[in-house]
Protein backbone atom coordinates (compact mmCIF):
# COMPACT_ATOMS: atom_id res chain seq x y z
CA UNK A 1 0.00 0.00 0.00
CA UNK A 2 1.75 3.40 -1.65
CA UNK A 3 0.86 6.38 1.09
CA UNK A 4 0.89 9.72 -0.13
CA UNK A 5 4.55 10.50 1.40
CA UNK A 6 5.76 7.09 -0.82
CA UNK A 7 5.93 5.14 2.62
CA UNK A 8 4.64 2.15 1.95
CA UNK A 9 2.90 -0.96 4.44
CA UNK A 10 1.36 -4.19 3.57
CA UNK A 11 -2.25 -4.59 3.82
CA UNK A 12 -4.20 -8.29 3.85
CA UNK A 13 -7.89 -8.74 4.04
CA UNK A 14 -9.31 -12.28 4.63
CA UNK A 15 -11.92 -13.92 2.62
CA UNK A 16 -14.47 -15.62 4.45
CA UNK A 17 -16.82 -17.00 2.35
CA UNK A 18 -18.88 -20.29 2.24
CA UNK A 19 -18.41 -21.30 -1.04
CA UNK A 20 -15.47 -20.81 -4.04
CA UNK A 21 -17.68 -18.93 -6.34
CA UNK A 22 -18.45 -16.27 -3.75
CA UNK A 23 -14.78 -16.31 -2.35
CA UNK A 24 -13.54 -15.21 -6.05
CA UNK A 25 -16.30 -12.84 -6.55
CA UNK A 26 -15.71 -10.61 -2.98
CA UNK A 27 -12.38 -10.42 -4.54
CA UNK A 28 -13.58 -9.15 -7.71
CA UNK A 29 -15.36 -6.43 -6.00
CA UNK A 30 -12.91 -5.62 -3.50
CA UNK A 31 -10.50 -5.30 -6.42
CA UNK A 32 -13.26 -2.55 -7.91
CA UNK A 33 -13.59 -0.79 -4.85
CA UNK A 34 -17.30 -2.00 -3.90
CA UNK A 35 -16.95 -2.68 -0.23
CA UNK A 36 -14.04 -0.08 -0.21
CA UNK A 37 -12.00 2.87 -1.19
CA UNK A 38 -8.56 1.29 -1.00
CA UNK A 39 -7.76 -2.13 -2.13
CA UNK A 40 -5.39 -4.61 -0.02
CA UNK A 41 -2.32 -5.80 -0.95
CA UNK A 42 -2.76 -9.10 -0.49
CA UNK A 43 -5.78 -11.62 0.62
CA UNK A 44 -6.11 -14.56 2.79
CA UNK A 45 -8.44 -17.57 1.51
CA UNK A 46 -10.09 -18.41 4.97
CA UNK A 47 -10.84 -21.56 3.12
CA UNK A 48 -11.60 -23.54 6.70
CA UNK A 49 -15.17 -21.03 5.97
CA UNK A 50 -16.06 -22.87 2.99
CA UNK A 51 -19.49 -25.13 3.37
CA UNK A 52 -18.57 -28.93 2.97
CA UNK A 53 -20.26 -28.80 -0.40
CA UNK A 54 -16.92 -27.07 -1.68
CA UNK A 55 -14.82 -29.34 -0.71
CA UNK A 56 -13.96 -31.08 -3.58
CA UNK A 57 -9.68 -30.07 -4.08
CA UNK A 58 -10.61 -29.37 -8.14
CA UNK A 59 -13.14 -26.81 -7.18
CA UNK A 60 -10.06 -25.32 -4.22
CA UNK A 61 -8.14 -25.49 -7.40
CA UNK A 62 -9.85 -22.29 -8.53
CA UNK A 63 -8.88 -20.44 -5.81
CA UNK A 64 -5.30 -21.82 -5.77
CA UNK A 65 -5.00 -20.69 -9.31
CA UNK A 66 -6.43 -17.28 -9.11
CA UNK A 67 -4.24 -14.51 -9.88
CA UNK A 68 -4.25 -12.26 -6.76
CA UNK A 69 -1.29 -12.16 -4.28
CA UNK A 70 -2.90 -14.89 -1.63
CA UNK A 71 -2.29 -16.62 1.81
CA UNK A 72 -3.89 -20.12 2.09
CA UNK A 73 -5.21 -20.72 5.36
CA UNK A 74 -7.45 -23.62 6.36
CA UNK A 75 -7.88 -22.49 10.00
CA UNK A 76 -8.68 -25.61 12.60
CA UNK A 77 -11.41 -25.24 15.04
CA UNK A 78 -9.03 -25.52 18.58
CA UNK A 79 -7.28 -22.43 16.43
CA UNK A 80 -10.33 -20.35 16.75
CA UNK A 81 -11.00 -21.49 12.61
CA UNK A 82 -14.03 -23.44 11.17
CA UNK A 83 -12.24 -26.12 10.05
CA UNK A 84 -12.91 -29.87 11.57
CA UNK A 85 -12.69 -33.39 11.69
CA UNK A 86 -15.70 -33.68 9.26
CA UNK A 87 -13.92 -31.01 6.43
CA UNK A 88 -11.04 -33.28 7.52
CA UNK A 89 -12.68 -36.62 6.21
CA UNK A 90 -13.84 -34.86 3.10
CA UNK A 91 -10.13 -33.48 1.69
CA UNK A 92 -7.01 -33.03 4.20
CA UNK A 93 -5.37 -29.90 4.68
CA UNK A 94 -2.35 -31.17 3.91
CA UNK A 95 -3.57 -32.17 0.40
CA UNK A 96 -4.99 -28.87 0.29
CA UNK A 97 -1.46 -27.37 0.84
CA UNK A 98 0.48 -29.76 -1.27
CA UNK A 99 -1.47 -28.62 -4.02
CA UNK A 100 -1.42 -25.22 -2.88
CA UNK A 101 3.13 -25.49 -2.98
CA UNK A 102 2.99 -27.07 -6.36
CA UNK A 103 0.90 -23.90 -7.58
CA UNK A 104 3.78 -21.62 -6.04
CA UNK A 105 0.83 -19.97 -4.15
CA UNK A 106 2.98 -16.50 -2.16
CA UNK A 107 2.11 -18.07 1.32
CA UNK A 108 0.58 -21.09 2.98
CA UNK A 109 -0.55 -20.39 6.89
CA UNK A 110 -0.07 -23.92 8.96
CA UNK A 111 -0.71 -23.31 12.98
CA UNK A 112 2.17 -23.75 15.31
CA UNK A 113 -0.24 -26.07 17.45
CA UNK A 114 -0.41 -28.44 14.56
CA UNK A 115 1.25 -31.94 14.92
CA UNK A 116 5.10 -31.52 14.44
CA UNK A 117 5.18 -34.26 11.71
CA UNK A 118 2.50 -32.44 10.00
CA UNK A 119 4.61 -28.95 9.99
CA UNK A 120 7.64 -31.15 8.99
CA UNK A 121 5.90 -33.19 6.04
CA UNK A 122 4.71 -29.33 4.51
CA UNK A 123 8.41 -27.98 4.70
CA UNK A 124 9.55 -30.99 3.40
CA UNK A 125 6.86 -30.70 0.52
CA UNK A 126 7.93 -27.41 -0.44
CA UNK A 127 11.54 -27.79 -0.26
CA UNK A 128 11.52 -31.36 -2.21
CA UNK A 129 9.68 -29.64 -5.07
CA UNK A 130 11.91 -26.08 -4.72
CA UNK A 131 8.22 -24.40 -4.65
CA UNK A 132 8.31 -20.57 -4.24
CA UNK A 133 5.49 -20.70 -1.69
CA UNK A 134 6.62 -19.12 1.39
CA UNK A 135 5.48 -20.53 4.82
CA UNK A 136 3.52 -19.15 7.81
CA UNK A 137 3.66 -20.51 10.99
CA UNK A 138 0.53 -18.91 13.13
CA UNK A 139 0.01 -18.53 16.83
CA UNK A 140 -2.93 -17.36 18.32
CA UNK A 141 -3.99 -16.57 22.12
CA UNK A 142 -7.66 -15.24 21.91
CA UNK A 143 -7.50 -14.68 26.00
CA UNK A 144 -4.30 -12.76 26.83
CA UNK A 145 -0.47 -12.14 25.70
CA UNK A 146 2.13 -13.44 27.26
CA UNK A 147 5.60 -11.65 28.32
CA UNK A 148 7.97 -10.50 25.65
CA UNK A 149 10.10 -13.65 27.24
CA UNK A 150 7.95 -16.49 26.90
CA UNK A 151 6.74 -15.73 23.37
CA UNK A 152 10.03 -15.87 22.29
CA UNK A 153 11.28 -18.74 23.75
CA UNK A 154 7.95 -21.00 23.37
CA UNK A 155 6.89 -19.58 20.63
CA UNK A 156 8.33 -17.59 18.08
CA UNK A 157 11.67 -19.07 17.89
CA UNK A 158 10.44 -22.24 17.70
CA UNK A 159 7.88 -21.06 14.39
CA UNK A 160 11.17 -20.75 12.78
CA UNK A 161 11.86 -24.59 12.72
CA UNK A 162 9.39 -24.89 10.21
CA UNK A 163 8.09 -21.22 9.53
CA UNK A 164 9.52 -18.22 6.38
CA UNK A 165 7.69 -15.95 8.29
CA UNK A 166 6.36 -16.36 12.43
CA UNK A 167 3.19 -15.21 13.33
CA UNK A 168 1.10 -14.39 16.43
CA UNK A 169 -1.92 -12.97 16.99
CA UNK A 170 -2.62 -12.45 20.79
CA UNK A 171 -5.71 -10.72 22.59
CA UNK A 172 -4.54 -7.44 24.30
CA UNK A 173 -5.93 -7.38 28.03
CA UNK A 174 -3.74 -4.26 29.34
CA UNK A 175 -1.80 -1.19 27.53
CA UNK A 176 1.88 -3.06 28.05
CA UNK A 177 0.67 -6.41 25.56
CA UNK A 178 0.25 -3.73 22.77
CA UNK A 179 4.55 -2.82 23.65
CA UNK A 180 5.01 -6.50 23.50
CA UNK A 181 3.28 -7.01 20.61
CA UNK A 182 5.67 -4.04 18.72
CA UNK A 183 8.62 -5.45 20.64
CA UNK A 184 8.06 -9.01 18.51
CA UNK A 185 7.55 -6.55 15.43
CA UNK A 186 10.71 -4.83 15.82
CA UNK A 187 12.84 -7.78 16.96
CA UNK A 188 11.82 -9.82 14.11
CA UNK A 189 11.65 -7.23 11.96
CA UNK A 190 10.22 -8.24 8.21
CA UNK A 191 10.46 -12.08 9.10
CA UNK A 192 7.30 -11.87 11.13
CA UNK A 193 3.79 -10.71 11.48
CA UNK A 194 2.73 -9.92 14.97
CA UNK A 195 -0.98 -8.53 16.22
CA UNK A 196 -2.88 -7.82 18.94
CA UNK A 197 -6.34 -8.89 18.83
CA UNK A 198 -9.30 -7.22 20.34
CA UNK A 199 -10.33 -3.28 20.86
CA UNK A 200 -6.89 -2.21 23.20
CA UNK A 201 -4.96 -3.94 20.38
CA UNK A 202 -5.59 -1.54 17.47
CA UNK A 203 -2.68 0.16 18.04
CA UNK A 204 -0.54 -2.34 16.99
CA UNK A 205 -2.46 -2.50 13.68
CA UNK A 206 -1.98 1.41 12.98
CA UNK A 207 1.73 0.84 13.86
CA UNK A 208 3.11 -2.77 13.47
CA UNK A 209 3.86 -2.42 10.04
CA UNK A 210 6.06 0.78 11.20
CA UNK A 211 8.02 -1.11 13.68
CA UNK A 212 8.49 -4.52 11.37
CA UNK A 213 5.71 -6.49 11.18
CA UNK A 214 5.11 -7.70 7.16
CA UNK A 215 1.82 -7.24 6.88
CA UNK A 216 -1.30 -6.25 9.04
CA UNK A 217 -5.03 -7.44 8.44
CA UNK A 218 -8.03 -4.63 7.61
CA UNK A 219 -11.64 -5.50 6.82
CA UNK A 220 -12.81 -3.91 3.45
CA UNK A 221 -16.93 -4.37 5.22
CA UNK A 222 -18.02 -4.12 9.23
CA UNK A 223 -19.58 -7.53 8.78
CA UNK A 224 -17.14 -9.22 7.23
CA UNK A 225 -14.04 -9.38 9.83
CA UNK A 226 -12.29 -12.54 10.61
CA UNK A 227 -10.53 -11.19 14.15
CA UNK A 228 -11.76 -8.92 16.97
CA UNK A 229 -10.01 -5.83 16.55
CA UNK A 230 -9.75 -5.43 12.69
CA UNK A 231 -9.96 -1.60 11.66
CA UNK A 232 -11.89 -0.85 7.91
CA UNK A 233 -8.94 -0.48 5.40
CA UNK A 234 -10.01 2.97 4.30
CA UNK A 235 -9.53 4.44 7.91
CA UNK A 236 -6.03 2.80 8.36
CA UNK A 237 -4.95 4.50 5.08
CA UNK A 238 -6.78 7.43 6.19
CA UNK A 239 -4.82 7.77 9.74
CA UNK A 240 -1.41 6.47 7.95
CA UNK A 241 -1.65 8.89 5.80
CA UNK A 242 -2.43 11.86 8.81
CA UNK A 243 0.30 10.25 10.25
CA UNK A 244 3.34 10.11 7.72
CA UNK A 245 2.48 13.17 6.08
CA UNK A 246 1.26 16.05 8.68
O1 LIG B 1 -3.89 -15.01 11.97
C1 LIG B 1 -4.53 -14.13 11.44
C2 LIG B 1 -4.63 -12.75 12.00
C3 LIG B 1 -6.06 -12.45 12.38
O2 LIG B 1 -6.44 -13.34 13.43
C4 LIG B 1 -6.19 -11.03 12.91
O3 LIG B 1 -6.18 -10.91 14.15
O4 LIG B 1 -6.33 -10.10 12.10
C5 LIG B 1 -6.96 -12.67 11.18
C6 LIG B 1 -6.85 -14.11 10.65
O5 LIG B 1 -7.66 -14.26 9.50
C7 LIG B 1 -5.43 -14.41 10.28
O6 LIG B 1 -5.31 -15.79 9.86
Known amino acids: MELKNNTSFKICTAIIEETVDNSLKFVKNVN????????????????????????????????L?????????????????????????????????????????????????????????IKQYRDSLNSTTKIIVSYHDFNKTDDFSVLKKEIIDKEFVHADIAKIATSVCQNIDNCTILKACSEYESKIIAIGMGELGKITRVYGTQFGSMFTFCTVSKEKASAPGQIHIDDLIEIWNKLYLE
Not at 32 to 54: A, G, I, Q
Not at 74 to 90: L, P
Request: glycine share 2%; charged share 40%; no cysteine.
Open 32 to 63: NKVYSKNVPDMYEFRLDYLDKSELDIKNIEKI
Open 65 to 121: KNESNKIITVRWEWEGGKWNNEKESIVSILDILKRAIELNVEYIDIEYNNLENVKEE
